[in-house]
């Protein structure tokens, strides 16, 4: 059983290492209960992206800066390969593979300086200064149905979180389809949730959730969404029904989707029907 707590001094390695059941592994179960079997039985990996390193430099230089040298290293520019500068050399494929095994992440002088770039544009906003008296990557740990869970708050001001995300669609309707489609309402609920269970003095009605969204390309656009009291309230309830479910999956060894081995009726309508004759 996990001790109910928060950790404010842990770093991102050992927060990662540790075996709790983090948000994305919640995330995933409520995308597909198969899928996240396979990633908690190490049958599939997470492909990490250039662009998620670059957005995870920018949280770095944004809320942890005193680690950016422990975690990130500057790749040699000699070594990159044509007009776009790629990895593509044996030469340049060994250094990677060095800093790598070394634990660091290599950034190509062009990444640092988007990442930098996108941090002086959330330093210079109203939100910035608000960050900056906050507390940063908070990790929580707590217990639900029997098992451990944890939660890394990215910065938490009094009774107000902020997430941010590093993404080209920053406008409030592209947002809020990455909220839709990639989940990011589990997260903010599950983060709630680790809060609350950390802090039961805390109610939901009293939490402020705001997402921080910045380019990390020109030019940097920024804006800040703030996620309805109405919605956290239900995404949290919502949360704890996943959260239930998965329990019982990992418990009884039966990943199986709710759909299978029933045949599904489907119906298309007239406007998801076309051909086009020409």
């Not at 804006?223 to 239900?234: K, P, Q």
Request: glycine fraction near 6%; hydrophobic fraction near 35%; charge should be negative.
């Amino acid at each position: 059983m996990t001790d109910t707590r928060i950790i404010t001094d842990l770093s991102e390695s050992d927060y990662h290492a540790h075996t709790a059941i983090g948000s994305s592994t919640i995330r995933k179960f409520a995308e597909s209960r198969r899928d996240c079997e396979s990633l908690l039985n190490g049958d599939k990996t997470v492909k990490v992206t250039r662009k998620m390193d670059v957005g995870s430099a920018v949280d770095c230089a944004l809320l942890t800066p005193r680690d950016w040298q422990s975690r990130f290293v500057l790749f040699p520019d000699s070594l990159l390969s044509g007009p776009n500068k790629s990895i593509s050399s044996n030469e340049a494929k060994a250094c990677r593979d060095e800093q790598l095994a070394a634990g660091k992440v290599p950034l190509k002088q062009s990444e640092f300086l988007h990442a930098k770039a996108a941090c002086e544009k959330v330093f210079s906003s109203p939100i910035g200064e608000l960050i900056l008296k906050g507390e940063p990557q908070l990790s929580l740990f707590w217990s639900f149905g029997g098992m451990e869970f944890k939660g890394r708050l990215d910065c938490r001001l009094d009774h107000t979180i902020f997430d941010l995300k590093c993404s080209e669609r920053v406008s409030p309707r592209e947002h809020k389809k990455q909220v839709k489609n990639l989940r990011y309402w589990i997260q903010a609920a599950h983060y709630v949730e680790g809060l609350i269970a950390c802090d039961p003095s805390i109610r939901v009605s009293q939490l402020r959730w705001l997402w921080v969204v910045v380019q990390p390309t020109p030019p940097y656009t920024m804006a800040v969404h703030e996620l309805s009291g109405e919605s956290l309230v239900r995404a949290r309830s919502k949360w704890e029904e996943i959260a239930d479910d998965f329990v019982a999956c990992h418990k009884s060894g039966d990943w199986s989707e709710p759909w299978e081995g029933d045949v599904n009726p489907m119906n298309l309508e007239e406007g998801e029907m076309w051909y086009d004759a020409a």
